[in-house]
């Protein structure tokens, strides 16, 4: 059995009981357990001291916790080799990272890039920027009414001057899990680099890197129970060597002179200047926790979650609800019958219910959709029932207020 009254009592902010505490809202950011807030102030309180430059105790222990994760991230989504690990300060810093060392260096003129149309803005975004700057394209496979991709015609998107491929795992509006090691087979094929944004998937679900045998993969600490500022690519090795650094500096570098610099190696090469240790070594701390609990039985939790949130609130003939997908994240995307969705977000605030409201950075899904924002419910580990509940009560009085 899924014990949420257990893990609540792993996360401070369940222990406080000033007010009424729902918390829907970690597709936008998670709470964080003691064990994450404590490995973070444990590093400033006993051991603070910059990473791979310094030789007495505290600077060593400090470099071998934050080098300790880079195994940690291996293991937990079985990436094949440690060195394809980069810490950065989030999914969109990562997918910057490949689109400024990657995209600016290979791209060209009437090259096209490839997107879907369920984009974060973070992953369309850095690839309007690169196409301005190389003159390449940009295209995108369209989704439906469904909230899904019309991938039945996925070949005739991927075109003989497709470069890149660039798509989310999961989608941050619909919860959609996306097909992505049948596109990832597919843009291999036509010879294209392929980039998965992991940002909505890497917390939810078992996620296996050298299965879907991408060739990046990003995603961020702060969806996962762990910290803010700081975020993960994957990167395959060999793609990585040749690409340019993205940020210049120290400990990027092997050698400096005032003629040249030459760099330092993989994944050090795009780690420039003092890194996020701290955070780092929360993100550890939080891979460590998600593994106690298992991400499969956080998985199955969530889907129940899910089932009976659907039914809860399909009994409210008002709510009108986006995307359908058979293969779905704890996410459901609603609006309430002639309310905004920021109305409906302040009022069920008043009864300690915590959800986003707006177009949750993705703009062109609200375009196709015809409105401009949608109210989001996204559930975790430690949301149960009564939690749905009391949404779905909340959302009846707010309906009763404005009628």
Same mark, same amino acid.
């Given at each position: 059995m899924f014990d949420v009254v257990k893990i609540r009592g792993d996360f401070p902010i369940y222990q406080q009981d000033e007010k009424p505490f729902?918390?829907?809202?970690?597709?936008?950011?998670?709470?964080?357990?003691?064990t994450v807030i404590d490995a973070v102030s444990t590093y400033y309180n006993s051991y603070a001291?910059?990473?791979h430059r310094a030789l007495y105790d505290?600077?060593?222990?400090?470099?071998?916790?934050?080098?300790?994760v880079r195994r940690t991230v291996k293991k937990f989504i079985n990436v094949p080799d440690t060195h394809s690990v980069i810490f950065?300060?989030?999914?969109?810093?990562?997918i910057n990272l490949v689109a400024y060392g990657w995209g600016l260096k290979y791209l060209k003129k009437n090259d096209a890039i490839l997107i879907t149309e369920m984009e974060h803005h973070s992953n369309l975004v850095p690839w309007q920027l690169i196409n301005e700057k190389t003159g390449s394209e940009l295209n995108y496979i369209p989704i439906n009414s469904h909230g899904t991709l019309e991938d039945k015609s996925l070949e005739e998107h991927i075109l003989p001057n497709t470069k890149l491929v660039s798509l989310c795992h999961q989608s941050n509006v619909f919860g959609t899990v996306n097909s992505v090691k049948k596109i990832i087979g597919a843009a291999k094929n036509a010879g294209a680099i392929t980039v998965?944004?992991?940002?909505?998937?890497?917390?939810?679900?078992?996620?296996?890197?050298?299965?879907?045998?991408?060739?990046?993969?990003?995603?961020?600490?702060?969806?996962m129970v762990g910290p803010t500022g700081v975020g993960v690519l994957i990167g395959r090795t060999e793609l990585l060597e040749e690409m340019n650094p993205f940020l210049g500096g120290g400990e990027m570098i092997n050698t400096v002179n005032m003629e040249k610099s030459t760099w330092n190696d993989v994944p050090w090469?795009?780690?420039a200047g003092t890194p996020n240790i701290a955070q780092v070594i929360g993100l550890g701390a939080a891979i460590d926790? /998600? +593994?106690?609990?298992?991400?499969? *039985?956080?998985h199955e939790h969530e889907q129940s979650l899910l089932k009976?949130? /659907? +039914?809860?609130?399909?009994?409210? *003939?008002?709510?009108i609800f986006y995307g359908n997908s058979p293969n779905r994240g704890a996410v459901i995307s609603f609006n309430l019958k002639n309310i905004h969705p920021h109305d409906l977000a302040k009022f069920l605030d008043t009864d300690g219910i915590c959800i986003r409201a707006g177009h949750h950075c993705a703009q062109p899904i609200m375009d196709y959709l015809g409105i401009t924002a949608t109210a989001r419910a996204s559930m975790y580990l430690y949301n149960n029932k009564e939690d749905i509940d009391q949404l779905a009560e909340s959302i009846e009085k707010t309906a009763h207020i404005f009628a």
């Open positions: 729902v918390y829907l809202d970690s597709a936008s950011t998670s709470q964080k357990p003691q001291a910059n990473i505290i600077g060593e222990k400090a470099t071998n916790a934050y080098e300790n950065t300060r989030s999914t969109t810093e990562a998965i944004d992991g940002a909505q998937a890497v917390p939810h679900s078992k996620v296996d890197i050298t299965d879907l045998n991408c060739d990046f993969y990003a995603f961020s600490g702060h969806k090469k795009f780690e926790y /998600l +593994e106690l609990i298992g991400i499969e *039985k956080i009976y949130g /659907l +039914e809860i609130l399909s009994q409210n *003939k008002d709510i």
